[in-house]
C-alpha cells in the first residue's frame, strides 16, 4: 500500500478528493499531492520532502527534478523543485499553530517568475492552482522582508564558514579555530561574517536576511573544517554551495578551504578542485592572510577613485575638528541625544571618519570615554554596527586595536571560566558517582549473601519439615523389600495361601509407595536447587557466618547511603528515597488496610516470601485469634524487620494481598 508522507512533518497523509488534495494525520495540514501512480514514485516524492525537511535542498532538489524528467506535467514535482530553489521550509507558528514558510535560500531571483513555479501553474487548475498561487504570494513576502533587512546591511569583505556545534551542543574545534581567524582578519581591518559573534544578538529566526546579504556582499569565503562530517553538515554546505553558485556569476569571489586533522582526499567533491590550506602545517596563517589580502586590495583599487581631492579633504578636516570637540564636551556631561546629533553631522561631512563610529559607540553604550567603555566585563558593543563600521574606516588601528584586544581578553577569561567550571563539574560528578558505587557494591554483596542464606534457611526449614517422610518413606521401602524376599521363601502345602496374603501385603506398599514417591522427589530436588544456590556445605555454622557478614554489610551500607545522601545533598542534586525498604515499605502499607489475618496467609502462600516474614505471619495465624488487633501486631513485628536483609531478597511491589 502506497503511504504519503507530510511534506511539513513527515507524518502520514490521509488521502481526499480523488488524489490531488491529503490531510497530515499528525498536525491536521491540507497539502497538495503529487500524481502517484506506482510506490516507487510514491517512494521518491517521500525521499525528498525528508531530505527538504532536513534542510538538505539540493538532495531534494535533484530527486524532484528526476521526476520531473519521468513526468514534466507533475504539478506538484514542479512546486517541489521550486521550493527547494528558495530554500523554503514550513514552521508552525506556536501561537496560531499555522504552518508558515521560512526561507533559507534568499535569492534576488523572484519566484513569481520561476521557471518550476510557472510550470506548477500550467500544469494545474482549480483550487490546486490557487493554492500554488497563494503560497508563492506568502513566500514573495518573505523574500521582500529578506532583502529589506539585508540592503540595510552594511558590505562584509570576508565570510566564515563553519560548524558552531556538534550533536549534543557543545563548541566544535571549528569555531575556536575560526574564531581565531576571525580575529587575524579584523586585525588587518577587513569587516568578517562571523557567526558565533555577528549574529550573537539576532534571534534564530532572522539569521537568514544577515547570512544573504553577507554571502552576497564578501569577496572571500573561508571554509573551515575538521571532519568531512562537520563540512558536509546541512547548513555548513548551504552556506559554502550557494557560494559557490555566487562564484560562477562573479569571478572576482573567492573561496578558500582551510582543513586540519583530515585528508583533503576526504573534502566535499565541490571543494577539493578548489586550492586550500592545511592549517597543521607552519605558516598557515601567513599564507591564508596574504592570498585574502590579494584578493581584497585589487578589489579597494578597482572601487578607488583615480585622484584625490586634497584641497577639500583639508577643508572637510577643517570644519569637522570642531564639532569633534563639541562631541566630546557633549560626552562629559552624560548629553547623549545632542552627542549623537553632532556625530550625524561629523558624518554627513566625512562617512568614513572612524573616530566618529568610535564616539557613536559611546553614545549607545552611555559611557563618557575608553576608560569608562572597557571597564569592567563590558563587550556589548561589538554587536553594535558602528563597531563594525569603525573596524571598515580605522585606519591607523589605533582604536579598533584596543577594543579587540579587550573584547580577546574577555573572552579568554570566559574560555577560562567555562573551562574552570567544566572541570569542578566533572569533579562533582566523579565525586557522586564514586560514592554512589560504593554504596551499590555494598549492595550488590548483601543481596548476593541474603539469597544465599535464604536458600540455606529453606534448605534447612524443608530438610527438618521433611526428614520424618524421608525416615517414613525408607521404612516402606526396607518393608517392600522384606516382603519380596519372604514371598520368594515360602514353600510347602499351605504356600499358596500365605503367598497370597504376602502379595496383597507387596500390592498395598507399592501402591503407598507410588504416591508418596512424587513428593520425596520434589523434595529432594527443592534441596537440591536450595544447596546449588549456597554452593557448599549447609550447616548452623555457615548460616552464622553468613549472617554475621550480613550484619557487618548492612553497617557499612547505612554508612555508605548517609554519605552518598550528604553528598547529593551538598550540590543540590535531588536526593532518591531509600532504595533497599521502600518496595518492602510499600508492601507493608497495603497490609495496614487488611483486616484478616487468615486471608493474608492463603494470600502469601501463592509467593515464595522470604522464610522470616512467613514464619511471623504463621506465628500470629497459629494463636488462632485472627483479630484486628493481632493483624496489628503481626504487621508491627513485621516493620521490626525492615533493616533486615530480607528486604533484598525479594520483588515486594510484585505480592498483592
Not at 492 to 514: D, H
Not at 568 to 573: A, D, G, I, Q, V
Request: proline share 3%.
Amino acid at each position: 500500500m502506497m503511504v504519503l508522507k507530510c511534506k511539513n512533518c513527515g507524518g502520514n497523509v490521509e488521502v481526499m478528493q480523488n488524489g490531488a488534495i491529503g490531510m497530515c494525520e499528525s498536525c491536521g495540514c491540507t497539502m497538495t499531492l503529487p500524481k502517484i501512480d506506482d510506490e516507487h514514485r510514491a517512494e521518491m516524492f517521500n525521499r525528498g520532502n525528508h531530505f527538504r525537511r532536513q534542510g538538505e535542498f539540493d538532495k531534494a532538489l535533484a530527486v524532484y527534478e528526476q521526476i520531473v524528467f519521468g513526468d514534466n506535467s507533475d504539478a506538484e514535482a514542479h512546486w517541489c523543485c521550486t521550493l527547494c530553489r528558495f530554500g523554503i521550509e514550513y514552521v508552525e507558528d506556536p501561537e496560531t499553530l499555522e504552518w508558515i514558510p521560512t526561507c533559507h535560500r534568499a535569492s534576488y531571483d523572484n519566484i513569481l517568475q520561476d521557471i518550476d513555479y510557472l510550470a506548477a501553474i500550467e500544469n494545474s487548475q482549480g483550487i490546486i492552482k490557487k493554492h500554488y498561487q497563494r503560497e508563492a504570494r506568502r513566500i514573495f513576502e518573505v523574500q521582500k522582508s529578506i532583502l529589506a533587512t539585508s540592503n540595510n546591511e552594511d558590505p562584509f569583505d570576508i565570510f566564515i564558514c563553519y560548524k558552531e556545534s556538534e550533536e549534543d551542543g557543545t563548541r566544535t574545534r571549528d569555531s575556536v579555530i575560526a574564531q581565531d581567524i576571525y580575529y587575524q582578519l579584523t586585525d588587518k581591518g577587513h569587516r568578517v561574517f562571523f557567526a558565533r559573534i555577528t549574529l550573537e544578538d539576532k534571534a534564530g529566526t532572522e539569521y537568514e536576511p544577515y547570512i544573504f546579504s553577507a554571502l552576497n556582499s564578501a569577496k572571500v569565503m573561508v571554509v573551515v573544517g575538521t571532519s568531512a562530517e562537520h563540512l558536509e553538515s546541512v547548513w555548513v554546505k548551504n552556506e559554502w554551495s550557494r557560494y559557490l553558485s555566487l562564484m560562477r556569476k562573479d569571478r572576482t569571489k573567492l573561496m578558500i578551504p582551510c582543513y586540519k586533522d583530515m585528508d583533503p582526499y576526504d573534502l566535499p567533491e565541490a571543494l577539493s578542485i578548489l586550492q586550500s590550506y592545511d592549517m597543521n602545517k607552519i605558516g598557515f596563517i601567513q599564507d591564508l592572510l596574504h592570498g585574502i589580502e590579494k584578493v581584497t586590495s585589487y578589489a579597494e583599487e578597482k572601487q578607488s577613485p583615480v585622484q584625490a581631492e586634497t584641497t577639500v579633504q583639508v577643508s572637510v578636516e577643517n570644519q569637522i575638528e570642531p564639532l569633534i570637540q563639541r562631541i566630546h564636551i557633549f560626552l562629559d556631561g552624560k548629553e547623549w541625544t545632542k552627542a549623537d546629533e553632532y556625530c550625524e553631522k561629523v558624518l554627513d561631512l566625512k562617512p568614513d571618519c572612524a573616530e566618529v563610529y568610535f564616539l557613536k559607540i559611546l553614545v549607545d553604550e552611555k559611557t563618557r570615554n575608553m576608560e569608562e567603555l572597557l571597564a569592567g566585563k563590558n563587550t556589548g558593543f561589538r554587536t553594535n554596527k558602528n563597531y563594525n563600521r569603525l573596524l571598515q574606516f580605522d585606519k591607523d588601528r589605533e582604536i579598533s586595536r584596543k577594543l579587540q584586544e579587550h573584547i580577546k581578553k574577555i573572552d579568554e577569561l570566559e574560555i577560562k571560566r567555562r573551562q574552570e567550571a567544566e572541570a569542578e563539574q566533572r569533579r562533582v560528578e566523579s565525586e557522586i558517582l564514586n560514592e554512589k558505587n560504593k554504596y551499590n557494591a555494598l549492595e550488590h554483596q548483601i543481596k548476593l549473601l541474603a539469597a544465599k542464606l535464604e536458600a540455606s534457611l529453606k534448605y534447612q526449614d524443608l530438610k527438618n519439615s521433611c526428614a520424618r517422610q524421608f525416615e517414613k518413606f525408607d521404612d516402606k521401602l526396607e518393608e517392600l523389600k522384606e516382603a519380596q524376599q519372604k514371598y520368594e521363601k515360602i514353600k510347602g502345602p499351605f504356600s499358596g495361601k500365605q503367598k497370597e496374603k504376602i502379595q496383597s501385603e507387596i500390592i498395598e506398599l507399592e501402591e503407598t509407595i507410588a504416591i508418596e514417591r512424587p513428593f520425596i522427589e520434589q523434595y529432594q530436588k527443592d534441596l537440591a536447587s536450595y544447596h546449588n544456590i549456597v554452593g557448599e556445605e549447609i550447616n548452623e555454622q555457615l548460616i552464622t557466618g553468613i549472617q554475621q557478614n550480613i550484619d557487618d554489610l548492612m553497617t557499612e551500607l547505612k554508612e555508605a547511603e548517609t554519605s552518598y545522601r550528604r553528598v547529593l545533598s551538598k550540590y543540590n542534586r535531588p536526593v532518591p528515597p531509600n532504595v533497599v525498604a521502600g518496595p518492602y515499605n510499600r508492601f507493608l502499607n497495603k497490609l495496614e488496610k487488611r483486616s484478616s489475618l487468615k486471608l493474608l496467609k492463603n494470600n502469601l502462600a501463592n509467593y515464595d516470601i522470604p522464610l522470616k516474614v512467613r514464619n511471623i505471619v504463621d506465628s500470629y495465624c497459629k494463636m488462632e485469634l485472627y483479630s484486628s488487633n493481632q493483624m496489628k501486631e503481626c504487621i508491627a513485628a513485621l516493620k521490626k524487620i525492615k533493616d533486615d536483609y530480607t528486604v533484598y531478597i525479594y520483588n515486594w511491589d510484585s505480592v498483592e494481598v
